[in-house]
């Protein structure tokens, strides 16, 4: 009896060393940069690189109003108009000349943007408007214009969505559906009827990216997808099911992208601009705004490269492909209809370059707690289980108290977007004649994230003992989950 004890002792014993071993060798893997990503990433930032930037652009701010598109004589309905991407369309519009009175704001609440609270933006119309609803849309887009613009053309900028990045639960889809995919719908539908010819709107990178595998052989080389390159192939390919992205939100985006492709035509043309991952460019927002608001933050993809995009480049993007659609439609049809990635005029970064980036220059103290990427990774799906129990077991709801903070979006699905991704502005640069927008980046990563740190300092001029707190699109997304979670149990 005593022997076979030992023997299972040591069985235990034998598969715990082999299984740490094994979770050793993955978090070798994932703590890694393959060869090919180096190649295509840029230099690392410097502190002095990024002071001397940061005076630059102090001392001359950037002007890049001469590099919009010229000025289309019509008007403009944009939904999102109050956050990250929409904020900077209404801007570039207000630039290059339209009148306050010809842009509409459609959405869900006004703007915590102090670029957007001053001057004419504040003149710009706004109505709450909930997407996911067909009356609320319907009522937006029927609303009388002023009568020196009610009979130029429409074209709407569909920038409204819900990002909850991580998630990938089915028992979550439902959420993201209603707004990304029927609020798509009602926006198209309310477009159309409005007497909209141009519909330009703002899809995703996340689409192409498939899950991350991390549970490889001990001898692979990296773990399955641990990087890859965003483009549109896979628009050429059939929609995959739900489970063949890596969370719900880039499955519903893709569900709305191909809503908006097909909808086009001869009378109203549309297309689609895929942000690549990491969309910046305002304190509210998660890629930099978050970190910003943080004194402590802990992390482990210091090392993991990725092309992000600025929203002022974004929303040039925008006005560009509009510029296309508004063309005649033998010259727009080559262009209509399909989705164009758009990523800053440069080569990628690392993590670590914004966390230097953070701590050289910003007024408040900022300094970060490495994590082994195996932790997390076992992490991520004890929380998802955990999160799925209520709704497998309702009995639990009761019983289990329910996640807050920040743990609750640490899901198997961050992964897939932590890490390496790789976008090029090839395709979107190309000229019309050549099957692109003629797109060109006005801001590069090394600007675009200084001059939101430099933004956040001037916020924080008078007290640099505080750190204001905004609603980023995840948090934002969140109240409105639980609005619409109400409004579904009410009815």
């Not at 939904?79 to 009175?101: C, K, M, N």
């Not at 993590?351 to 195996?374: C, E, K, M, W």
Request: some cysteine.
């Amino acid at each position: 009896m005593h022997i076979v004890a030992g023997w299972a002792l040591a069985a235990i014993w034998t598969v715990l060393a082999v299984l740490t071993l094994y979770l050793y060798r993955v978090n070798q893997l994932l703590s890694g940069t393959p060869d090919e990503v180096r190649k295509l990433a840029g230099e690392r930032w410097t502190p002095d690189q990024l002071r001397e930037t940061y005076k630059r652009l102090q001392d001359n701010p950037i002007d890049y109003t001469d590099k919009l598109p010229p000025k289309l004589d019509r008007r403009y309905v944009v939904t999102g108009g109050s956050g990250l991407v929409g904020g900077f369309i209404v801007l570039q519009l207000l630039a290059r000349g339209h009148p306050s009175e010809s842009i509409r704001i459609v959405d869900i609440r006004k703007t915590e943007r102090n670029d957007m609270r001053a001057g004419r933006a504040a003149e710009v119309d706004f109505v709450e408007t909930d997407i996911a609803s067909a009356d609320s849309v319907n009522a937006a887009f029927a609303r009388p214009w002023h009568r020196s613009v009610a009979r130029l053309p429409l074209t709407v900028f569909h920038t409204a969505a819900v990002i909850l990045a991580s998630e990938r639960s089915g028992f979550q889809y439902a959420f993201p559906e209603a707004v990304n995919v029927a609020g798509t719908k009602n926006v198209l539908a309310a477009a159309r009827r409005a007497g909209a010819d141009v519909f330009s709107s703002t899809s995703s990178g996340s689409i192409s990216i498939r899950p991350v595998m991390p549970f490889v052989a001990p001898w692979a080389s990296s773990p399955r997808n641990f990087w890859q390159v965003l483009d549109v192939k896979d628009f050429d390919a059939p929609l995959r099911e739900r489970e063949g992205y890596f969370a719900n939100y880039p499955a519903s985006k893709a569900m709305a992208e191909r809503l908006v492709c097909g909808a086009n035509g001869e009378k109203f043309r549309t297309g689609c601009i895929r942000p690549a991952n990491g969309v910046y460019g305002n304190p509210t927002d998660n890629t930099v705004g978050d970190p910003l608001s943080r004194e402590v933050l802990p992390t482990w993809v210091p090392h993991i490269v990725q092309n992000f995009v600025h929203g002022a480049n974004v929303a040039i993007a925008h006005l560009h492909h509009e510029a296309v659609l508004a063309l005649p439609w033998p010259e727009s049809s080559r262009i209509a209809g399909r989705p164009f990635v758009v990523t800053d005029p440069n080569r990628a970064i690392t993590y670590n370059d914004l966390y230097t980036a953070i701590g050289t220059l910003s007024v408040h103290p900022f300094r970060t707690i490495s994590v082994a990427p195996v932790i997390i990774l076992l992490l991520t799906y004890a929380i998802e289980i955990y999160a799925e129990l209520p709704y497998k077991y309702p009995s639990l709801r009761k019983v289990l108290p329910e996640l807050r903070g920040d743990i609750r979006h640490l899901k198997p699905g961050i992964f897939s977007i932590c890490t390496h991704l790789v976008a090029s502005n090839e395709e979107v640069s190309k000229p019309v004649s050549q099957g692109g927008l003629g797109y060109s980046g006005v801001l590069t990563t090394l600007e675009g994230m200084v001059l939101e740190i430099l933004e956040w300092n001037r916020e924080h001029a008078d007290d640099a003992s505080m750190r204001k707190t905004y609603t980023t699109s995840i948090s934002l997304a969140e109240q409105i989950q639980k609005l619409w979670a109400v409004g579904i149990s009410s009815v």
